[in-house]
């Protein structure tokens, strides 16, 4: 009975797991699409009301603020991820150096750290890549940093892989007081492990390791140290080749990206003399992708790094009429657009983190005259998201210094880079 009990609720743990994770992993994926398609169309009747409360009237058939098309699906359903999270922590078995995913909350203090071999969305490789170092950190004396102020060491592990055969293992590390003489023995042990050992099963094309206090870490506040292999991987979209870094952003559906960025291309309806204005930018894979389309791409990005990576794509691809700033956006964007000539024409692209536009951005983007067309690429819509799309369709405002003209909402299209959950990207087309 005691067998029986413990398989129920390895069972049970897994099922919880899975539901949190991928909630959508038990329907039809037709089914999926339709969950998805009700849940932008409520996103869309909440901005339309929200208008009404502005005094603009936006209401399209069916309460929506304008048009949506149905869900574009993704080329692929299963695995498609390529690139997962691991966290370290205690595991429904007791085992304190367990390689998973979390559930459970910190307010019910039933947090446990479960193995995600299950989940449908993440691929074969960061599985085995997960139970490599779940093998490595058991063998190690040293124990695992569950929470910074009771010490250990072993941290989370990140895993990237490319449709090119490229598979990158970032592993994070708190170094607590060791001396440098430990920590290199570790990253010795950590090489060998993934080179020599059994983790060599992975054929990591790059490891690397970081030494970090903080929960998050920069490669400028902590670099990341390479111990094995490239410093880079490598992936193709559209034809093109891009390099990708440690940290850098770059679309986790690389198939599902490729569909996104072509549809993005034909609604940007740019003509030979446009400028391509690309907020937010990562590796540079919308802009340069775009770049025969277009006289100049203008790229920018707050990770310096994935600028390093923008700029080595564009060289690579011989694509020479793009240009990449590094910087926060509400820095570097109101000084470029500050003497723009209206005489040129500039289409904007922007594809900000769920924190959205800063304010000082979508101020910029309003005060330029030149900009008549902007696609707001957003994975949640209803968050922050939502303020940047009322700043952009209010009426002008002296007091925020909202100079120009506003834009209105004309077509939203959902595409699903995220199957088997509930998120997918929502562009949303506007023009003034």
């Given at each position: 009975?005691?067998?029986?009990?413990?398989?129920?609720?390895?069972?049970?743990?897994?099922?919880r797991?899975?539901?949190?994770?991928?909630?959508?992993?038990?329907?039809?994926?037709?089914?999926?699409?339709?969950?998805?398609?009700?849940?932008q169309?409520?996103?869309?009747q909440?901005?339309?009301s929200?208008l009404?409360?502005?005094?603009?009237?936006?209401?399209?058939?069916g309460?929506?603020?304008?048009?949506?098309?149905?869900?574009?699906?993704?080329?692929?359903?299963?695995?498609?991820?390529?690139?997962?999270?691991?966290?370290?922590?205690?595991?429904?078995?007791?085992?304190?150096?367990?390689?998973g995913?979390?559930?459970?909350?910190?307010?019910?203090?039933?947090?446990?750290?479960?193995k995600a071999?299950?989940?449908?969305?993440?691929?074969?490789?960061h599985?085995?890549?997960?139970?490599c170092?779940?093998?490595?950190?058991?063998?190690?004396?040293?124990?695992p940093?569950?929470?910074?102020?009771?010490?250990?060491?072993?941290?989370?592990?990140?895993?990237?892989?490319?449709?090119?055969?490229?598979?990158?293992?970032?592993?994070?590390?708190?170094?607590?007081?060791?001396?440098?003489?430990?920590?290199?023995?570790?990253?010795?042990?950590l090489?060998?492990?993934?080179?020599?050992?059994?983790?060599?099963?992975?054929?990591?094309?790059?490891?690397?390791?970081?030494?970090?206090?903080?929960?998050?870490?920069?490669?400028?506040q902590?670099?990341?140290q390479?111990?094995?292999?490239?410093?880079?991987?490598?992936?193709?979209?559209?034809?093109?080749r891009?390099?990708?870094?440690?940290?850098?952003?770059?679309?986790?559906?690389?198939?599902?990206?490729?569909?996104?960025?072509?549809?993005?291309?034909?609604?940007?309806?740019?003509?030979?003399?446009?400028?391509?204005?690309?907020?937010?930018?990562?590796t540079?894979?919308i802009?340069?992708?775009?770049?025969?389309?277009?006289?100049?791409?203008?790229?920018?990005?707050?990770?310096?790094?994935?600028?390093?990576?923008a700029e080595?794509?564009?060289?690579f691809n011989?694509i020479?009429?793009?240009?990449?700033?590094?910087?926060?956006?509400?820095?570097?964007?109101?000084?470029?657009?500050?003497?723009?000539?209206?005489?040129?024409?500039?289409v904007?692209?922007?594809?900000?983190?769920?924190a959205?536009?800063?304010?000082?951005?979508?101020?910029?983007?309003?005060?330029?005259?030149?900009?008549?067309?902007l696609?707001?690429?957003?994975?949640?819509?209803?968050g922050?998201?939502?303020?940047?799309?009322l700043?952009?369709?209010?009426?002008?405002?002296?007091?925020?210094?909202?100079?120009?003209?506003?834009?209105?909402?004309?077509?939203?299209i959902?595409?699903?880079?995220?199957p088997?959950?509930?998120?997918?990207?929502?562009?949303?087309?506007?023009?003034?």
């Amino acid at each position: 009975r005691n067998e029986d009990s413990s398989s129920s609720g390895h069972c049970l743990v897994l099922s919880r797991l899975a539901n949190a994770v991928t909630p959508l992993w038990r329907l039809p994926y037709q089914e999926q699409l339709q969950v998805k398609y009700e849940s932008q169309r409520k996103i869309l009747q909440t901005l339309a009301s929200r208008l009404e409360e502005l005094g603009i009237d936006a209401q399209q058939p069916g309460g929506l603020c304008c048009p949506l098309q149905p869900v574009v699906p993704s080329p692929i359903i299963n695995g498609y991820r390529n690139k997962s999270t691991f966290s370290v922590n205690r595991g429904p078995d007791g085992n304190p150096k367990t390689v998973g995913l979390y559930v459970g909350t910190g307010r019910e203090r039933n947090i446990v750290c479960v193995k995600a071999n299950h989940l449908e969305n993440i691929p074969s490789k960061h599985k085995q890549v997960a139970q490599c170092y779940e093998e490595f950190i058991c063998h190690s004396p040293l124990d695992p940093c569950i929470l910074f102020h009771e010490g250990g060491h072993w941290r989370e592990l990140v895993v990237r892989t490319t449709r090119c055969g490229h598979t990158m293992a970032i592993i994070t590390f708190h170094p607590q007081q060791l001396g440098q003489e430990v920590l290199a023995t570790q990253k010795a042990l950590l090489k060998e492990f993934f080179t020599c050992g059994p983790g060599a099963v992975c054929d990591l094309t790059s490891l690397y390791f970081q030494e970090s206090t903080m929960t998050r870490c920069s490669h400028e506040q902590s670099p990341y140290q390479l111990l094995h292999g490239a410093p880079h991987a490598f992936e193709e979209l559209l034809g093109l080749r891009f390099r990708i870094s440690p940290d850098a952003f770059f679309q986790v559906n690389a198939a599902g990206a490729e569909v996104l960025y072509q549809a993005v291309g034909e609604l940007c309806q740019a003509a030979g003399d446009t400028v391509l204005l690309d907020i937010c930018c990562g590796t540079g894979t919308i802009g340069l992708s775009l770049a025969h389309q277009v006289s100049k791409v203008i790229g920018v990005e707050v990770v310096e790094k994935a600028i390093e990576d923008a700029e080595w794509n564009a060289a690579f691809n011989g694509i020479s009429n793009c240009e990449f700033h590094s910087g926060k956006a509400e820095a570097v964007l109101p000084q470029l657009l500050a003497s723009w000539e209206d005489a040129q024409p500039l289409v904007a692209v922007v594809n900000p983190s769920r924190a959205g536009l800063h304010y000082r951005v979508v101020r910029a983007i309003r005060n330029c005259r030149a900009i008549r067309r902007l696609l707001y690429i957003s994975c949640k819509p209803d968050g922050e998201a939502m303020r940047n799309f009322l700043e952009l369709c209010c009426p002008p405002d002296p007091r925020k210094k909202l100079a120009g003209e506003p834009f209105a909402p004309v077509m939203a299209i959902p595409f699903d880079l995220f199957p088997h959950t509930v998120h997918c990207e929502l562009v949303l087309l506007f023009t003034r």
